[in-house]
């Protein structure tokens, strides 16, 4: 694995084709990140079909109704996996539950919305000419894609209503602008021309299984190596936790390689944060790991979804999580499990849906090699 940005694949030729910008909405930026409002596109490298995601893909942090206000959206078993959804179940069953069956609300968090802001910053840089894509400019596109994000997300605004002389949005607003000045001691975007921004992608395996996601950038060397770019605004793993923060990189890999039958030449995390550029150059059998591996993770998730069998499994991660007040760990109540459960026998404590963490005789996992993706539910 590397750390660096030598020998990355080359900057896409500027004859390359160029995807219409996508018109609406924003990227996200948690760990993961895929919502709704993401804009979709079906050109270049990686075709795909734009689908709501709300159904099985909600994205964190973009509900804002009182939970006691919100009414229950209409539970169905998940269809599809996306990178955050898998983080999700890997880190903690009982929260995919919450965010994939219950879809309760989240409240959206500075971190996260920030993330949003730069990711939509940086796309939106490339619609220059490659020759003014410089910092400043980069910079002055803040202030209006925040009005932009107030008007697609209304409830970000709730963020900072209680700072009526705006002085902690200020400071928020100079945060990602150095977030987004940083990139540049990363990468030169006048020497990039991305075939794709912000690119839906959703692949179905042969085994039924859709995976489906949001790819920050692609580029395509002239000689057609493809690499796969991801801003993270938060701060670079660990290397004992690299492989985590690789999963994401690798699943969407996968989806290119099934999509396109080519192995992107470079997997690339820019973490803006701490201004470290993570690579890893895939090879299929990375790849075929990456399959199998969501193929055991499937399984699971539907044997939890028949059974309501949907676990707790508390970390340190779980300072970060909206659901305490519904999860048994906190001395919480899961609502009631909307979905036919399987043989159901008596409900366990709690109701069904949920298994009492004295219960648990064997934690789930993804099986095999990649450990749990660590910070999920923080910033990325
Ligand atoms: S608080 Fe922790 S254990 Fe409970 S649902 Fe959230 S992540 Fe899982």
Redesign the pocket.
């Known amino acids: 694995m590397e750390t660096s940005t030598e020998g990355v694949a080359q900057p896409a030729d500027a004859d390359a084709a160029q995807a219409d910008p996508p018109s609406a909405a924003e990227p996200t930026t948690t760990a993961e990140p895929a919502t709704a409002e993401r804009p979709t596109t079906t050109a270049g490298a990686a075709p795909a079909t734009p689908a709501p995601e709300t159904e099985t893909d909600p994205q964190p942090g973009t509900e804002t109704k009182p939970e006691a206000e919100a009414p229950r959206p209409v539970a169905i078993p998940p269809a599809s996996l996306s990178p955050s959804r898998a983080g999700d179940f890997m ?2 069953p ?2 995919y539950r ?1 965010r994939v069956i219950d879809r309760l609300p989240e409240k959206p968090s500075e971190a996260a919305t920030r993330g949003t802001l730069v990711h939509a910053v940086l796309e939106r840089l490339f619609d220059a000419p490659a020759a003014e894509r410089t910092a400043p400019r980069a910079k002055s596109l803040v202030p209006g894609q925040w009005d932009r994000l107030r008007e697609t997300r209304p409830e970000v605004v709730d963020l900072f209503a209680d700072d009526p002389e705006g002085e902690r949005l200020a400071r928020w607003l100079g945060e990602a602008e150095q977030l987004v000045e940083r990139w540049f001691t990363l990468e030169d975007p006048t020497r990039l021309e991305p075939v794709e921004r912000e690119l839906f992608v959703e692949a179905v395996l042969d085994s039924g299984l859709k995976l489906r996601g949001i790819i920050d950038r692609v580029d395509v060397a002239p000689t057609g190596e493809v690499r796969i770019v991801d801003y993270k605004t938060g701060k670079a793993p660990r290397p004992e936790y690299a492989e985590g923060a690789l999963f994401q990189m690798k699943f969407y890999a996968l989806v290119v390689w099934r999509l396109k039958n080519v192995v992107p030449r470079r997997l690339q995390l820019v973490y803006l944060g701490s201004g470290d550029v993570l690579t890893y150059d895939p090879v299929l059998a990375d790849l075929e790991r990456v399959e199998r591996k969501l193929h055991a993770l499937w399984e699971a998730i539907r044997e939890a979804t028949e059974t309501g069998d949907w676990r ?4 340190k ?2 300072g970060w ?1 909206d ?2 007040a ?5 001395g919480g109540t899961p609502p009631p499990y909307p979905l036919p459960v399987r043989g159901a026998g008596p409900d366990p404590v709690g109701g069904p849906g949920v298994v009492p963490r004295a219960e648990q005789a064997v934690p789930v996992r993804a099986a095999e090699s990649g450990g749990v993706p660590q910070g999920r ?1 923080g910033p990325d």
């Open positions: 880190q903690c009982l929260l919450f707790p499994r508390p970390t991660l779980c999580c659901h305490q519904h999860c048994p760990e906190f539910m």
